[in-house]
């Protein structure tokens, strides 16, 4: 594996550290504090490009690649992982899909708008009795004429609020004909369509300025231009798109346990204790390390996983260690954050107690640490 950046990546890269550090953190305690949507940042991400990274120029994205993404991504989570995460569902699970699996009519008709930051999306799985378990969701798309009715309630649906566009799974009905884990189907749903609404915005433990919600269907009428993919082919859908979502997953975590790191380090460099700088002691010097070489290796974890995405080749199991390690990453390395603030680490006065409250979504959506280890290990039996 080539580690060298290209010229194009390393823009990218530059262009997303500079809008982080002078746009995104100054507001990035003002934004959790407040549980604001940052829609002045999700703009300035649309004029950047970033809201379509490696979506073709043709179809209103960048024309860039999935490490470029990666590098973008890990900026933004640096500075925000709300902001970040709100940048990475529209990319993922969203554009991504509808590339792949979309018409050249879909493409031309939703994913421009949504890859140029015009219009926001969601991504639409998740129930009150159904996360994991995908076939077990009970919304049902039944067919009537041409087109179809569709009923049932989403739970947790990152952007629902601010959304324009929802990447919806739902079971497909009849059931006698399809079954289980075939029966789901995937429909491209407007959020202005009659029957569509949302709840209020959940009220999260952290990334509280990604607003995410409960999504309401009530006989909602879709024409047959809207299905993605054809019927009872959601699940492949599904999976494709959540393989490279949790390659953002993975991006969004680096950003967070970086963003631990070093703000741990500045601390300890100025803090004293006993007469000389905490960082001289050496149990702060190997959680430091620790932390650093962690980091180190998810990133490398990350990148693989993305240049493989690149390359046209199946990717699946190493997305899930990406994301398995770099969450798990995040969460030792904000814990570790906290601790060498001290008391400072648990007031809102440092950025250290955010760190640790936003660290631990990245174990949970997009598949679970628990899913990660059986998608890993379910790949290495078959090998």
Request: glycine letters at 10%; one cysteine or more; aromatic letters at 6%.
């Amino acid at each position: 594996m080539d580690l060298r950046l290209t010229d194009e990546q390393q823009m990218a890269q530059k262009t997303a550290a500079e809008f982080a550090k002078s746009e995104v953190l100054p507001r990035a305690a003002d934004i959790d504090r407040e549980h604001r949507f940052p829609a002045e940042l999700v703009h300035r991400m649309a004029e950047l490009g970033f809201m379509g990274i490696a979506i073709p120029e043709q179809y209103g994205g960048s024309g860039l690649d999935t490490v470029s993404y990666v590098l973008v991504l890990e900026e933004i989570a640096r500075a925000c992982a709300s902001t970040a995460v709100i940048m990475s569902v529209n990319n993922s699970l969203v554009c991504d899909p509808l590339l792949k699996f979309g018409t050249e009519e879909q493409k031309q008709k939703w994913l421009a708008p949504l890859a140029s930051g015009q219009l926001l999306g969601c991504f639409a799985l998740s129930e009150p009795d159904a996360g994991s378990d995908a076939a077990a969701q009970k919304t049902v798309a039944r067919q009537d004429g041409d087109g179809w009715v569709i009923n049932g309630v989403k739970n947790w649906i990152t952007n629902g609020p601010n959304a324009n566009v929802c990447i919806l799974q739902c079971m497909a009905d009849p059931p006698g004909k399809h079954i289980g884990h075939k029966a789901i189907t995937t429909f491209i749903l407007p959020m202005d369509l009659p029957g569509v609404r949302t709840g209020p915005a959940d009220k999260k433990l952290g990334i509280r300025g990604s607003q995410s919600s409960q999504i309401f269907l009530d006989d909602v009428r879709v024409g047959k231009d809207l299905l993605l993919g054809g019927v009872g082919t959601g699940f492949k859908v599904a999976m494709s798109t959540l393989d490279g979502g949790r390659i953002g997953i993975a991006s969004q975590a680096l950003g967070i346990a970086r963003a631990s790191f070093e703000d741990a380090g500045r601390y300890a460099l100025d803090r004293k204790t006993f007469g000389q700088p905490i960082a001289n002691h050496q149990a702060i010097q190997w959680k430091l390390a620790d932390m650093a070489t962690e980091l180190d290796a998810a990133r490398l974890l990350t990148l693989r996983a993305a240049s493989l995405k690149d390359r046209g080749v199946r990717f699946s199991k190493e997305a899930a260690m990406a994301k398995l390690f770099a969450s798990e990453c995040a969460n030792r390395a904000a814990k570790e954050c906290v601790q060498i603030f001290g008391g400072n680490g648990y007031v809102e006065d440092y950025p250290a107690e955010r760190h640790y409250r936003d660290a631990k979504i990245t174990e949970i959506y997009e598949g679970t640490s628990e899913i990660m280890r059986i998608v890993i290990a379910s790949a290495l039996l078959k090998e």
